[in-house]
């Protein structure tokens, strides 16, 4: 008889998204006169830009010709676009790469989920609490994380980060075999520094660790002194591998495309003591079970690294963080403790003493129309926040604030 895969059995059901949508389906219902403004939304907005668009018709119209028809693709991406990758992304900041050691993707998500087939399954796991719910579930579904006690999964250690500990994770007194990092952090908007940064590759050079690094939202850091990549750090190409994405960067959460970086010299050693490449491993991996991400979209994505586009993308970005800073600064200026937006597009607000995320996400829905992310929907000590998003559009955001400003005074 044939069974399923019974780990899926155990992953907890993460209805916060769909509770969300049924409170606010059913208070549009009860209020249909009322305009009901987003700040929970996880999607960028902005079209893509033209640099994107171009290149895409332009790759549309070859596709068109036989003789400059591209049928399958490297499984590991185009040449041009992992070139334009290292040549934009990493040499100028002092990471050198090479083509090989870049896999073009349709995306961070997949990615993040998927390399977990590369790795042992008896390795132990390290995230933060709150975290981006895939780095869990993925470990849920191929039995990794162990099973599901009252302190959370039990082969999974959890590091808090709040307002207590100043959204530093600790370093652990003990060892973990693979750590998760988000920087800039979705959910609480915050960053590490450099110091914070290398803290972490030491950690895991000691423990003969892996990291895996989600550098998703790397576009929004504003502050210089802040890493984009973590091979910037000292010894991290021996122990990272990074993820990128071009969807929050230049609006691709609908084109699809992303990488992943594997550098050579990250190895392990396998039970018969020799050095194993996680690079060969996924090599291999995505030679088999992915054909490549289409050839149009990579096209769109070398664009986003022409002058013109740059320039493009960096103003929707500039678009985004303004929301951010005209959101942190008013919010701020009501009272309200306010963490990340200054190197990410997600502030974490602190909910008022007392008051728990789903009863503030409950009054702002109720008094002032506006939709926000109760923050332990992300995890347990995210309790007490509320996650907003600087992906909506500028009146609406102006709006926002404005009703928050009505009510308080
Ligand atoms: C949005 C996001 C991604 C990117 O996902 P894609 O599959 O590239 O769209 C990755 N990591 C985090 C934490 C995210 O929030």
Redesign the pocket.
């Known amino acids: 008889m044939t069974r399923v895969n019974e780990n899926f059995l155990r992953l907890s059901n993460n209805y916060l998204f769909s509770d969300i949508a049924k409170k606010v389906r059913k208070y549009k219902e009860c209020y249909p006169d009322r305009k009901v403004i987003s700040l929970g939304i996880?999607?960028v907005t902005q079209p893509l830009c033209q640099a994107a668009i171009q290149a895409m018709h332009k790759a549309v119209d070859e596709m068109a010709v036989a003789e400059s028809f591209r049928g399958y693709g490297p499984e590991q991406g185009y040449d041009f676009l992992r070139r334009a990758i290292i040549d934009n992304d990493f040499v100028p900041r002092g990471v050198n790469l090479d083509m090989d050691e870049v896999f073009i993707?349709?995306?961070?998500?997949?990615?993040?989920g998927n390399i977990g087939d590369i790795l042992g399954l008896d390795c132990s796991i390290g995230l933060t609490d709150p975290v981006?719910p895939?780095?869990v579930d993925s470990n849920v579904m191929c039995g990794r994380a162990g099973i599901s006690t009252d302190k959370g999964w039990s082969n999974i250690t959890y590091l808090p980060v709040s307002k207590a500990n100043n959204f530093k994770p600790q370093i652990p007194s003990s060892h973990i075999d693979i750590i998760y990092l988000?920087y800039p952090?979705?959910?609480t908007g915050t960053v590490i520094t450099r110091e914070d940064m290398t803290q972490w590759v030491n950690y895991a050079l000691a423990n003969n660790s892996l990291i895996i690094f989600?550098a998703?939202?790397e576009a929004f850091i504003q502050h210089d002194e802040i890493p984009h990549s973590i091979y910037e750090i000292e010894g991290a190409k021996k122990v990272a591998i990074e993820?990128?994405?071009?969807?929050?960067t230049a609006g691709?959460?609908g084109v699809?495309?992303?990488c992943t970086i594997i550098p050579k010299e990250l190895t392990f050693k396998a039970s018969d003591g020799s050095d194993v490449q996680l690079n060969a491993l996924w090599n291999r991996r995505q030679c088999t079970k992915f054909n490549g991400t289409s050839y149009i979209t990579q096209r769109a994505a070398e664009a986003i690294y022409t002058p013109e586009g740059k320039r493009q993308v960096r103003e929707v970005i500039n678009y985004y963080m303004t929301n951010a800073r005209i959101m942190r600064e008013r919010l701020a200026a009501l009272g309200y403790e306010i963490f990340g937006g200054e190197d990410a597009p997600y502030i974490w607000l602190k909910t008022p003493a007392g008051v728990s995320s789903w009863d503030f996400f409950g009054t702002l829905l109720n008094e002032l129309s506006i939709v926000t992310t109760p923050g332990v929907g992300f995890g347990p000590t995210g309790e007490g926040y509320i996650r907003l998003t600087a992906f909506g559009s500028r009146e609406q955001c102006e709006e926002a604030m404005q009703r928050f400003e009505q009510w308080k005074h």
């Open positions: 996880g999607d993707s349709d995306g961070a998500k997949s990615d993040c981006y895939v780095y988000c952090n979705n959910p989600d998703a939202y993820l990128r994405s071009f969807s929050k691709f959460t699809r495309c992303g």
